[in-house]
Nanobody, 123 residues
Framework: QVQLVESGGGLVQAGGSLRLSCTAS????????VGWFRQAPGKEREFVAR????????VYGDSVKGRFTISNDNAKKTVYLLMNSLKPEDTAVYCC????????????????WGQGTQVTVSS
């Protein structure tokens, strides 16, 4: 069973930056893709970004392209989400998720989920 723990959320002013971390514990064998999703109050969960565990393929949601960067450190079993030029509309609970699939995109394609970390961007 894979366990995922997010950290790095907090309160930041618009235009600022935050780096989220998602660390996997226990076994990670079989995990192919790690993604970040976010959900704001009253809104549907939104895909943010994903990366293959090898780190050689990344995909971003349209709303974060050019501002967010996903990366990983296999030795630390950690995936990072660097968020720059933050906007108030980026305010949400951010969750990381892991999939055994090669091209997981939709939330239902992910097998394991973390508890989430709150990101609040003030205007």
């Amino acid at each position: 069973q894979v366990q995922l723990v997010e950290s790095g959320g907090g309160l930041v002013q618009a235009g600022g930056s935050l780096r989220l971390s998602c660390t996997a514990s226990r076994r990670t064998f079989g995990i192919y893709t790690v993604g970040w999703f976010r959900q704001a109050p009253g809104k549907e969960r939104e895909f943010v970004a994903r990366i293959t565990w090898s780190g050689n393929n990344t995909v971003y949601g349209d709303s974060v392209k050019g501002r967010f960067t996903i990366s990983n450190d296999n030795a630390k079993k950690t995936v990072y989400l660097l968020m720059n030029s933050l906007k108030p509309e980026d305010t949400a609970v951010y969750c990381c998720a892991a999939s055994v699939g090669a091209s997981a995109y939709y939330a239902y394609e992910y097998n394991y989920w973390g508890q989430g970390t709150q990101v609040t961007v003030s205007s």
